[in-house]
């Protein structure tokens, strides 16, 4: 069955409209937690990582104010997307590592993954 | 140059070929390696993890080379529910918090056909 549970799967909105997806480690504790963003035929590109308790870090030429991350809980990490417009259109996808943290052959388990269209 | 690189394809075989996706990586420090696949608008799943003597899962074999930088993938007797994209991904960092943080290649298109 699935770990990571990430919702919602699917949202449309207008375009200035801010939306946010949520994704949750089901059964485990996720201390990180990674978002990824695919654009059709094409790669996952790592956005931010998400830290509980702490700032998110962000990959370059990602807008920290435009994708605001939360990671309030062990168990739930948040991404909105600000005043969303067309270009950011895409396949939302979180990830977290299912297993001892220290151990980096441990592989991430992903999300369902949640398709933004923006009109 | 890119830090995770696959051939693109498509591949298209038939069902019971067997069919090999290669991949290298351009940072000789990289830690960990996977093969995911991806299903067309899905999220990706770990198909297995790469180990250094080469493992095997089933019709799946992974191999790593290391001095090459290189990764494969063997598909035995392929199915048609083997078409898929497949990633091949790379743990570039090995300490701190960002252990968890992959690149991914492109991915490799397999379309496996009657």
């Known amino acids: 069955g699935a770990v990571v549970s990430q919702h919602p799967s699917r949202v449309i909105c207008k375009s200035g409209t801010s939306v946010k997806i949520e994704c949750r480690s089901l059964d485990f504790q996720a201390t990180t937690m990674f978002w990824y963003r695919q654009f059709p035929k094409q790669s996952l590109m790592l956005m931010a990582t998400?830290?509980?308790?702490?700032?998110?870090?962000?990959e370059q030429g990602v807008e920290k104010d435009k994708f605001l991350i939360n990671h309030a809980s062990l168990t739930l990490s948040t991404l909105t997307v600000t005043s969303a417009h067309p270009e950011d259109s895409s396949f939302y996808i979180c990830s977290a590592r299912f297993g001892l943290s220290s151990i980096i052959n441990s592989p991430l388990h992903f999300g369902n993954g949640t398709r933004l269209t923006v009109t | 140059r890119k830090e995770v690189e696959q051939d693109p394809g498509p591949f298209n075989v038939p069902e019971g070929a067997t069919v090999a996706f290669n991949c290298t990586y351009s940072?000789?420090?990289?830690?960990?390696f996977f093969w995911y696949r991806q299903d067309c608008r899905k999220e990706p799943k770990l198909l297995m993890s790469v180990y250094s003597s080469g493992n095997e899962d089933g019709r799946f074999t992974a191999q790593l080379n290391r001095a090459s930088q290189y990764i494969s993938l063997l598909i035995r007797d392929s199915k048609l529910s083997d078409s898929a994209t497949y990633l091949c991904v790379v743990n570039l960092n090995a300490g701190g918090t960002s252990y968890g943080k992959l690149t991914f290649g492109q991915g490799t298109i397999l379309t496996v056909h009657p």
């Open positions: 940072n000789s420090a990289s830690q960990s």
């Open positions: 998400s830290n509980e308790g702490s700032k998110a870090t962000y």
